[in-house]
């Protein structure tokens, strides 16, 4: 990595005594030296050593200076916090504007100056606040930031959080995500159909739009027009499966909203966030471990989960029921047994994304307190000789593989009005590289001829006797298109093969088309795969 002397793009923001150790120690790492060891080796002459954080940014500046080709397995070994993208994609999560919420929950803490249920010390909430909830600032920031501790940033899934998506207004809808899609385009547009044409070769693609909503708010037209959007993946708060639970939380609506919303989530190829929280007014730690069940035996099957057990804050009606001693919360060992109990049955399928909310211990008035509940669980699940078998507990990560050594698989599981195939490639010691979620609508059930799939068909007609591929992805560290490492999972034609097995089962099961719901950065993935470009949908017809 010599470039003959000093760095000819030198920044004033690192001295020069600490460019010559970070070329020294690029130089050691990358014939083979530990990483930690080789900084350790070179102190400064203040008495501390170079961070990855420098070797990161002096690896650019050789790159860029010296013109040399970029190193994925070095890049790999000095990047801090590797675990941000080691599930295949970058994720930068922004929130909304305070906006009214249509729900009356009583566990939802109250902040004028925030979106609803959020508070100003969670990490995301304060970036967000210090960005006054500006999408491009929020936007620009992660990347920045990425950017700046060594991660791709090519593939980027957009989560926008910030209460109910569907009670703001179209046009702010609209404005936000044409906001969010500049800053990956790095141009602005004049509308949102503009922006989603430039990302489909931007260098920054959008190849994941997620939004969170009620599952009361969920219908035929506000699926077409967040389609439009570029919306492919639905936090909906379903919170308990029991009606009497949900009364008393005045969540304002039945856990048959929730399973007719995820009906029509799954036949118009959404993927589908639940959360459920544990320890609400009224439940006991046996209903919760009975309610937990109704996920998987009563045609839900969500794709991903959050679990967040109430956490009671002041300014929630909650506190004053607790005050009366009308609630008594949880403790972090009852939440610890409970969470090790009832996890080891979630399904192959699915995936446990959270466990506890990132709220600071400082809001929480009673009860757990810890942040690192997960780790407590799996400790705990470890201890009985328990195993999880969720996506997240089986990710492959940074472990190599060969492809040769894979295997498919396809699960098929039923959920309301649809037959789900999970294919999946595993290594040898079950670990998951990718997967793809295909839907076959049961056509068949006269209970699916209901008044919202009709007007479903109606508004977006290429889902009407159609396949649907609803996620396709390939886990491991996420890789800038067009490079490779070996070992890694990406980017060696998992997903092409993945794809070709889920037109031979559309084919089988007598479907004429096979329609998948992509994101804007994806389409051009799907057009090389034989798909064309319909209203709202990539379309392949099936001979």
């Known amino acids: 990595m010599n470039t003959g002397g000093q760095n000819p793009f030198f920044k004033n923001e690192i001295s020069q005594e600490i460019f010559s150790t970070a070329q020294v120690v690029l130089e050691e790492i990358k014939g ?87 508070l100003r010390k969670e990490p995301g909430a ?14 620009s920031s992660r990347l920045d930031s990425y950017h700046a501790i060594g991660h791709p940033t090519d593939k980027i ?8 998506w569907t009670a703001y207004p179209a046009d702010y809808q609209d404005w936000f995500i044409l906001r969010c899609l500049d800053a990956l385009n790095k141009e602005d547009s004049p509308d949102i159909e503009e922006a989603q044409r430039l990302n489909q070769h931007a260098s920054h693609r959008n190849v994941g739009l997620v939004v969170e909503t009620r599952p009361d708010e969920i219908t035929p037209q506000r699926l077409t027009q967040m389609r439009c959007q570029g919306v492919t993946k639905i936090q909906l708060g379903a919170q308990s499966f029991d009606d009497h639970i949900l009364m008393l939380n005045r969540r304002g609506h039945t856990s048959q909203d929730t399973l007719q919303a995820t009906a029509m989530l799954r036949a118009a190829g959404f993927k589908i966030v639940l959360h459920w929280m544990p320890n609400l007014l009224g439940a006991t730690l046996e209903t919760d471990r009975a309610d937990f069940q109704h996920l998987w035996s009563d045609g839900y099957a969500p794709d991903e989960l959050k679990i967040y057990p109430t956490q009671l804050i002041e300014s929630s009606a909650l506190y004053q029921l607790w005050l009366k001693k009308e609630y008594t919360p949880y403790t972090t060992e009852e939440l610890i047994q409970l969470i090790a109990d009832i996890k080891p049955d979630i399904p192959p399928y699915c995936r446990v994304n959270r466990i506890v909310r990132d709220i600071p211990a400082d809001y929480i008035v009673a009860g757990n307190k810890r942040s690192s509940l997960r780790q407590d669980v799996l400790a705990e699940m470890a201890r009985r000789g328990a195993q999880c078998r969720c996506i997240r507990c089986r990710e492959v990560r940074g472990h190599p593989v060969d492809i040769n050594k894979l295997e498919m698989k396809d699960m098929t599981y039923s959920a309301a009005y649809a037959e789900e195939h999970f294919l999946n490639y595993v290594t040898s010691e079950n670990r998951l590289a990718g997967y793809l979620r295909l839907s076959l609508p049961d056509i068949s059930n006269q209970a699916v001829h209901e008044t919202w799939r009709d007007e479903l068909y109606q508004l977006m007609p290429e889902l009407k006797g159609a396949a649907i591929v609803r996620e396709v992805h390939v886990y491991g560290q996420s890789l800038e298109i067009g490079s490779d490492l070996p070992g890694a999972s990406q980017h060696i034609g998992l997903g092409t093969s993945l794809l070709q097995r889920a037109e031979d089962i559309t084919r089988q099961k007598g479907f004429p088309s096979l329609v998948v719901i992509s994101a804007v950065g994806t389409c051009e993935y799907y057009r090389k795969r034989g798909f064309t470009e319909s209203e709202y949908y990539m379309v392949k017809a099936i001979s």
């Open 126 to 139: 304060a970036r967000a606040y210090q960005s006054q909830f500006d999408p491009y600032r929020q936007v």
């Open 157 to 164: 899934e957009l989560l926008i959080l910030g209460g109910c």
């Open 32 to 118: 083979g030296e530990p990483v930690l060891k080789s900084i350790r080796r070179h102190p400064l002459t203040n008495g501390g050593y170079v961070s990855k954080h420098n070797l990161v940014t002096v690896y650019r500046q050789l790159m860029q200076s010296a013109g040399l080709q970029p190193d994925a397995q070095l890049l790999a070994r000095i990047r801090m916090k590797p675990m941000r993208s080691l599930s295949g994609v970058s994720t930068i999560t922004v929130l909304t504007k305070p906006h009214p919420c249509p729900g009356e929950c009583i566990f939802c803490p109250e902040d004028a100056e925030l979106p609803k249920s959020y």
